[in-house]
């Protein structure tokens, strides 16, 4: 955008001439946007300014967060902001719209990492009434399409693992396993249901959580607080997985199947409810419920922890680069994931057991932990084996 707004003549690279031209427009625009700001007309906007600039645009925000996103700005410390310090910081950014300068500072870069355990992104009543909503989710489900489909071999290789690994059988020995069995193509076995899962259970949760905000807040206009959000994140998280939850169970029957086993998604699911009835599909429920809660809050604390300590260091206002933003979350995420995933092997675990096995009532959280965890963690896989497991899931984030 900055060049397209900088580039007069279209020749693909900026003059100094055509620098000098746009920084003395983009200057003239900055200031009348400045001047919209400014209430009182003393030439500075202090915190109760912005807190009005905010409410005009149908954002309701406390003098806490206002007071943080004016010190991104503030350089001398004064708390209020001069032009030039307003200029600054805005000059390289070439929308002069103050909804899209909010915009970037209220939604940071969409990780997908292929649990959705994450706590929803935030949007005002103007963005959801303007559709902005639906195509930041739009763009957030083909995003994970893509990175999901490129590392579904690592999933596969995860799942299989989980199920089947033991100390004698390392990755390399998997792998050649699985290439033998059903040939390169078979690394992708399971993907077509876990992309298509994409859809509900990201639009579900985003009902869930505008619902439960609302709820949390009542009559009040304000705006969540960090711990807030991780009660609503994990409400609509419970309610999603619930929903969807049969097509997880699906997913991770089809990735181990054999060559032949199912000539479908809907022979699957035939076969799965014939042999054992609708509690097939809810395998491993509870312990994936209870999986939301540490995953959620520690993706949230660390990713907020990281991104305030970064707040802090660079209040002269440097805008956070979108490899940081990717760093906070795959680093969140990842602390997540680890501290959440013995419910995650007991979950793949009961999700795969056969269905002639007794497990008992799905939602029976002492008989399925009971069941799970020896064959799981202790007879099985051992500690060593959970840790090899973890390794992959982790890469597997990585990559995405």
């Excluded at 799970?372 to 202790?378: E, F, K, L, T, V």
Aim: aromatic share 10%.
């Amino acid at each position: 955008k900055f060049l397209e707004h900088s580039d007069q003549n279209k020749s693909g690279d900026i003059s100094i001439g055509e620098f000098i031209h746009y920084v003395r427009e983009h200057e003239k625009s900055l200031r009348l946007q400045f001047s919209h700001l400014d209430k009182n007309k003393d030439g500075m906007i202090d915190v109760e300014e912005l807190i009005k600039a905010f409410k005009e645009l149908g954002v309701e925000v406390d003098r806490t967060e206002a007071t943080k996103l004016l010190q991104r700005m503030d350089q001398d410390g004064s708390l209020a902001i001069s032009f030039d310090e307003w200029r600054d910081f805005l000059l390289y950014a070439p929308s002069t719209d103050i909804i899209d300068i909010i915009h970037y500072w209220r939604h940071s870069t969409y990780l997908d990492i292929g649990e959705d355990l994450n706590v929803p992104d935030d949007f005002t009543p103007s963005e959801i009434a303007s559709g902005q909503w639906w195509r930041h989710l739009l763009a957030g489900g083909i995003a994970g399409a893509v990175s999901r489909t490129c590392t579904a071999p690592l999933d596969r290789l995860k799942v299989y693992l989980q199920v089947h690994g033991t100390n004698q059988l390392g990755v390399k020995d998997c792998l050649k396993h699985l290439l033998k069995e059903g040939g390169i193509w078979s690394l992708w076995r399971g993907n077509g249901m876990n992309v298509m899962k994409i859809a509900p259970e990201t639009a579900i949760k985003f009902m869930a959580y505008e619902q439960a905000k609302k709820l949390i807040r009542g009559n009040n206009t304000r705006e969540v607080s960090i711990y807030e959000r991780f009660v609503a994140g994990s409400v609509a998280g419970g309610i999603s997985q619930t929903v969807i939850y049969p097509l997880e169970v699906m997913k991770t029957r089809l990735a181990l199947r054999k060559t032949g086993e199912f000539s479908s998604i809907v022979d699957a699911a035939k076969k799965m409810y014939r042999k054992g009835g609708w509690q097939t599909f809810y395998r491993g429920y509870v312990p994936n419920l209870l999986g939301i809660i540490p995953y959620a809050g520690i993706d949230l604390a660390v990713y907020e922890t990281i991104k305030n300590s970064y707040l802090r260091q660079h209040s002269g206002g440097e805008a956070p680069s979108v490899f940081l933003l990717l760093a906070c979350g795959t680093v969140s995420s990842t602390c997540g994931q680890v501290c959440s995933y013995p419910l995650a092997l007991v979950r793949t675990r009961l999700q795969a057991q056969g269905v002639d096995d007794e497990v008992g009532e799905p939602f029976g959280v002492i008989v399925n932990m009971h069941l799970a965890a020896p064959s799981c963690i202790g007879c099985d896989v051992g500690t060593a084996t959970l840790g090899s497991n973890v390794r992959w899931w982790v890469l597997s984030v990585l990559m995405m």
